[in-house]
């Protein structure tokens, strides 16, 4: 039974990066990044969420690297960036801020994505002047700025203390997650996922979650259920496209419409029928295909004109 931090077959199989580099982020902590494709096409940076890695993007690095440069990093702790003691939202914001200025270069820009907690990096982050000098444009797929313990509905019961209580349990509980097992899948699918999801995305997604180290796991939970950026969505002021699936468990679409309905410069809201949280995995066609109509709409309309 494997505890392998991703699949090494099939389309959620990450590709082979162009390079990798080591970023340090303000306070020392060391992040794992990795560039694809060539190094002078339009920029797209990822971040992921909580306890998945840059295997979680394969299918958008597969797909987008063709014709762009695809920068993926490592949240820390996660993957292959060590864990640091510090677990914050500030520290997610200075992390992306070092990202940015190690891989871009002065006054180049580039599409933004973020994946559940990487899209509140992104809402973490949307003051600080290494972000405003390179995002042309956001997605935040899968996510939301505060009250995520009360909004999450997976206990399936009336939203209340009662349930708001077990989520926080099931959501930070200390236990290992052990090997990925048939029982395991069918729990990842049911919280993290929509009910057609198929086997091959499940085990894509449940290799990724398991191999996240428990510790990490617990410490960011504890981040998240404290979670308000309410304030960095309102400073959010670059073109941002919302994306969220209707069977979404941890970030509901209300989560998205509040969203939406606060960003200053919403281009649009994606409710994508019968997908879960993981919506990269699960729907990566239009996953790909919103960051490359907001690389052609913003990045490169800007470089040209």
């Not at 390179?134 to 509905?153: D, I, K, R, Y």
């Not at 979404?248 to 989560?255: G, I, K, S, V």
């Not at 919403?266 to 996953?287: D, K, N, S």
């Amino acid at each position: 039974m494997s505890r392998l931090p991703h699949v090494s077959t099939g389309p959620y199989a990450p590709p082979a990066p162009a390079r990798e580099l080591t970023v340090r982020s303000a306070d020392g902590a060391r992040l794992h990044v990795e560039v694809h494709g060539p190094e002078d096409a339009p920029a797209v940076v990822l971040a992921h969420g909580w306890t998945c890695s840059t295997a979680f993007w394969a299918a958008q690095i597969r797909d987008l690297a063709a014709d762009h440069r695809v920068i993926a990093y490592d949240q820390r702790g996660h993957g292959r960036s060590p864990a640091s003691p510090v677990c914050s939202t500030d520290a997610l914001a200075d992390d992306l801020q070092a990202v940015l200025e190690a891989t871009l270069a002065p006054g180049e820009k580039a599409v933004i994505a973020g994946h559940s907690m990487g899209g509140m990096t992104v809402m973490a982050a949307s003051t600080r002047p290494a972000f405003r000098a390179h995002a042309a444009a956001v997605l935040l797929c899968s996510t939301g700025s505060s009250q995520l313990v009360a909004a999450s509905t997976v206990v399936p019961i009336r939203a209340g203390r009662l349930r708001t209580w077990l989520t926080r349990h099931i959501l930070g509980s200390r236990a290992p997650l052990g090997p990925v097992t048939p029982l395991a899948r069918r729990i990842l699918k049911y919280g993290t996922m929509g009910p057609g999801s198929a086997p091959h995305m499940v085990e894509a997604c449940a290799r990724i979650v398991h191999a996240c180290p428990r510790r990490v796991r617990h410490s960011w939970s504890q981040v998240l259920g404290l979670l308000d950026l309410d304030h960095g969505v309102r400073e959010l002021t670059v073109p941002t496209e919302v994306l969220v699936g209707t069977a979404d468990r941890l970030t509901p679409p209300a989560q998205a419409r509040a969203l939406a309905a606060a960003l200053p410069h919403c281009t649009g809201l994606t409710e994508l029928p019968g997908i879960g949280h993981m919506a990269p995995v699960e729907a990566p066609e239009p996953v790909s295909a919103r960051i490359r109509t907001l690389v052609t709409t913003h990045l490169r309309v800007k470089e040209g004109t």
